[in-house]
């Protein structure tokens, strides 16, 4: 049991139901449970994980749990333009908060306007030009929380939206990202001084303490000790993959072309190896089902392992995967309207 104040929240073991018969998954869970205790905590955090796994689910439920325990707002979320419909979506899908969408005409101005007292929203959702155009009006309010997506834009200390950022009123916040953050002593003592400003308040002792690490597993390895308490980072092979899966994953981002000429798992051999000019597509090929990859699908008289199927539903009806292998139509209908996305295998 966490205690802030007057408050206790325990650890959830489970997954809620939420709105629409929602649930998080177990890896989900254990973020969402991390964001609490950081934030029960009055530590603010990165939420790193590899894109896919549910970084906006992730704090969109950790919004609505502490909302929940009376912390009923206001939050604020930051995110690129191009993101902004997704954030709206999922608030709405997942739970009953009020979330509008600030973006500095007229009409959003009057939405986020205090009405005899009360805000009329949960939360908000703006871009990163709101902040750079140094808004009043989102300066003007007490944020309890505050969300930045695709935080590692805040890498560069003399960037104009750290500075926007820093003159926002938040009681708390974390960022969100999915790009590892290990490249130098300056851009870590950027994020490190916007997270926790009284612990790191001065570039000139920290360039004194760290300044001296010049290699990039020097630099890692600063990172690792410092970040690692505020720090939560999985990947998609860790949490989502099957075994097969995992192997396939791995040895596709290392270019291990013994393990793929060899057929990995069952394959047919050198023949077959995938083509890693288009690293970002096997791997995506491969967390949808491992038989996609050339050379994983089993021979003739093989059983199957992992338990992957080679018939199964889509959109487009059933599919065998020998056919869509041989089917460039398929695969381009599959690929391009994302209907990958909805393989449950």
Excluded at 212 to 225: I, P, S
């Amino acid at each position: 049991i966490i205690h802030r104040g007057l408050m206790s929240l325990s650890k959830l073991e489970s997954s809620r139901e939420y709105r629409n018969g929602n649930a998080l998954r177990e890896y989900q869970l254990e973020g969402l449970n991390w964001l609490t205790f950081n934030w029960y905590n009055s530590r603010n955090c990165i939420l790193a994980d590899e894109m896919g796994l549910g970084k906006t689910i992730q704090s969109i439920t950790f919004l609505y749990e502490i909302y929940m325990k009376s912390i009923e707002g206001p939050f604020l979320i930051i995110a690129p333009l191009s993101t902004i419909p997704n954030w709206e979506r999922e608030f709405r899908t997942w739970t009953e908060l009020n979330v509008v969408v600030y973006h500095g005409s007229q009409a959003s101005r009057k939405t986020i306007q205090i009405v005899k007292g009360v805000y009329r929203f949960h939360a908000v959702i703006t871009t990163f030009e709101m902040i750079l155009a140094d808004c009043p009006e989102l300066r003007s309010i007490p944020w309890r929380c505050v969300v930045i997506d695709e935080a590692h834009r805040l890498k560069n200390r003399n960037c104009k939206l750290l500075e926007g950022l820093k003159m926002m009123d938040m009681v708390s916040g974390f960022l969100l990202t999915g790009t590892p953050l290990q490249n130098t002593v300056e851009e870590l003592f950027s994020l490190l001084n916007f997270l926790e400003p009284e612990r790191f308040p001065s570039e000139q002792t920290f360039m004194t303490e760290f300044g001296d690490l010049k290699t990039e597993e020097q630099v890692a390895g600063a990172n690792h000790r410092i970040l690692k308490p505020m720090m939560l980072r999985r990947l998609k092979e860790d949490v989502e993959l099957t075994n097969i899966q995992k192997k396939y994953y791995r040895a596709i981002l290392e270019k291990n072309f013994s393990f793929l000429s060899k057929g990995g798992a069952g394959g047919s051999g050198s023949a077959s190896v995938p083509n890693l000019l288009n690293t970002m597509m096997e791997l995506r090929k491969c967390c949808n089902h491992p038989y996609l990859i050339n050379g994983a699908r089993p021979r003739s008289g093989e059983p199957a392992t992992g338990g992957h199927r080679q018939v199964f539903q889509t959109r487009l009806g059933p599919i065998r995967l020998p056919a869509l292998h041989q089917s460039r139509w398929a695969w381009h209908q599959l690929n391009r309207s994302g209907y990958m996305h909805h393989l449950r295998l």
